[in-house]
């Protein structure tokens, strides 16, 4: 659903997200931070209508 509801925004918003947590990689909990905030994008758009 997210894949077919995504908006512009929230995809730009994901992209960044995937590039902090691929920067991200040696400090758990940044990463663990960035990895909640990919799936709230994720929830969020796959909501919108």
Not at 43 to 49: D, G, K, W
């Amino acid at each position: 659903m997210a894949a077919q509801r995504i908006s512009e925004d929230q995809l730009k918003a994901l992209e960044e997200t995937l590039a902090e947590m691929e920067v991200s990689l040696d400090d758990v909990t940044r990463y663990n931070i960035a990895d909640a905030r990919f799936h709230a994008i994720a929830a969020t758009s796959s909501c919108r209508r």
